[in-house]
């Protein structure tokens, strides 16, 4: 409103004023000369032309401010006994503070009837909600053109829950590269966030194929870890491309993931260590990882993947549990390497005086029960079932 009246008070003020110059042109601008009391004013008849145009611009905009604050102050004290009498933006207003849509789908449908760009979205997201979703995307197919980042926004959320998520990926991947309409502008990060929150939907629906995005950080902070929680619950369900797809988006992104919370690093970490392709990878991410703080999971990863190797280098890694001794006193998971070492370099004498240390730790209780059993294997196999299931996605292999 405020724009329109200022544009219309241009392009008047430019048209007089161009008259004016056409019809004095030859004669001169004239002179004018007023005085009341002691307030003279002398001009021309063009600047008292711009003197009217101004007094005349602050008595409108006085007008329009007052009219607003009284009608504002007037409709505070009005009584209101029956919401048809309410304004319709008032309306809906109240249904949004009261989540009420679903109660008041004909309502709603009832305002929107004379919007051609909004009267099919509206009509296809209370199809959505009722879960007629073929009656939706008829409404979708029908919408305006220029609200064509809405449809799709809810088409894809319509086909991840027919759990079409291949239909989903390709839309989202669309969407992605789509120029923003110019009239959405004002309110696009509200539209990032609905994209952002469908591509955290369809990574949690199928983890694997989210790695078939040709882009990267589409997911937020916590769908991030999320997704590679379900990647790893279903790692057993991955096939040869997508370990492999899996490895290329980690080299890719490793040097922005060392930057990630810690968290998230040790989820990375715990999926490295299930991919032997990747072990340099995994050591140097470990390493990076106990260099900011301990972990015993974080560490054991790293203690198994060394010990696992053909020929483990005994020397190399006894040095770097020493170095951590030094940085991180009192850990009972240090204990816990050392014996394997010493048992593995027949220093036993020093493993059995380790066994009395931390009575209370599970680890150390493992190994207890496991230098008892001696080489019964089965029953050793028994013993890592049972400790694994006090683990967070960790297998006992040494």
């Known amino acids: 409103m405020m724009k329109k009246l200022l544009l219309t008070y241009l392009f008047f003020s430019l048209l007089l004023f161009a008259l004016f110059a056409v019809a004095s042109y030859g004669y001169g601008s004239g002179y004018v000369y007023i005085i009341l009391r002691d307030w003279q004013f002398q001009s021309n008849v063009l600047g008292l032309l711009t003197l009217f145009i101004v007094i005349s611009l602050f008595a409108q905009l006085l007008w329009h401010f007052g009219r607003r604050y009284f009608a504002k102050v007037q409709r505070k004290n009005e009584t209101v006994l029956q919401f048809k009498n309410l304004h319709p933006y008032e309306q809906l207003g109240i249904v949004w503070l009261l989540d009420a849509a679903k109660d008041q789908q004909v309502f709603i449908e009832r ?148 930057n990630r919370p810690y968290s ?58 020493i170095q951590l001794e030094q940085r991180y006193t009192s850990v009972p998971m240090l204990a816990f390497a050392k014996w394997h070492i010493y048992m593995a370099t027949q220093r036993v004498d020093a493993a059995e005086q380790l066994l009395i240390l931390y009575p209370d730790n599970i680890l150390m209780s493992y190994l207890r029960i496991k230098s008892v059993l001696g080489d019964n294997m089965d029953l050793i196999k028994q013993l890592n079932l049972i400790f694994e299931n006090d683990v967070n996605f960790l297998n006992f292999k040494i």
């Open 264 to 321: 998230s690093k040790v989820l990375w970490l715990k999926l490295l260590a299930r991919m032997p392709e990747m072990s340099l990878q995994h050591e140097d991410l470990a390493l990076h990882l106990l260099q900011e703080q301990f972990d015993p999971e974080v560490f054991y990863l790293w203690f198994q993947q060394q010990l696992l190797k053909q020929i483990p280098d005994y020397a190399y890694v006894e040095q770097r549990v």
């Open 111 to 258: 305002v929107f009837t004379q919007s051609g760009l909004l009267s099919n979205i509206i009509e296809a997201q209370f199809d959505y909600k009722n879960g007629d979703y073929v009656a939706a995307l008829n409404c979708l197919d029908q919408s305006a053109p220029m609200a064509f980042e809405l449809a799709e926004l809810q088409r894809i959320d319509i086909f991840l829950e027919q759990q079409e998520t291949e239909k989903a990926l390709t839309h989202l991947e669309f969407l992605a590269q789509h120029q923003l309409s110019p009239w959405l502008s004002e309110i696009e990060t509200a539209y990032q966030h609905r994209i952002t929150a469908l591509w955290g939907k369809l990574a949690l629906q199928k983890p694997w194929l989210f790695l078939q995005t040709i882009q990267y950080g589409l997911l937020d902070a916590e769908h991030r870890d999320l997704w590679l929680q379900q990647l790893l619950i279903q790692f057993d369900q991955a096939s040869v491309d997508d370990l492999s797809s899996l490895q290329q988006r980690y080299l890719a992104l490793q040097s922005e993931i060392q």
